[in-house]
Nanobody, 119 residues
Framework: QVQPVESGGGSVQTGGSLRLSCAAN????MGWFRQAPGKERERVAS???????TYADSVKGRFTISKDVAENTLYLQMNSLKPEDTAMYYC?????????????????WGQGTQVTVSS
């Protein structure tokens, strides 16, 4: 499988939680991005091939990225959700390994899953 497939989006109230899943397989970096209407796509979190993680400041302490290599699945656990987290969330696999902070460093993207947080 080359193209990632996301699932797990939905609608929650402020303070709620969601866990996104992404069926994907890569020995390189993998990441979660999001894009709200009228805004640029931004990186949420990424994980290197060896399992090191990095997060956007806006989600640190609330979101956790993880991967299950045996199941070829990438996860994003989202807690303490806020209305500003509302966006389409995308999973992507990198062109190479590393921190992979920018969209240009990824070459396969999923179709996205919508997350809506209401106040």
């Amino acid at each position: 499988q080359v193209q990632p497939v996301e699932s797990g989006g939905g609608s929650v109230q402020t303070g709620g939680s969601l866990r996104l899943s992404c069926a994907a397989n890569s020995m390189y970096c993998m990441g979660w991005f999001r894009q709200a209407p009228g805004k640029e796509r931004e990186r949420v979190a990424s994980v290197t091939g060896t399992g090191s993680t990095t997060y956007a400041d806006s989600v640190k302490g609330r979101f956790t990225i993880s991967k299950d290599v045996a199941e070829n699945t990438l996860y994003l656990q989202m807690n303490s959700l806020k209305p500003e987290d509302t966006a389409m969330y995308y999973c992507a696999t990198g062109r190479r390994d590393g921190w992979c902070l920018f969209p240009s460093e990824y070459h396969y993207w999923g179709q996205g899953t919508q997350v809506t947080v209401s106040s």
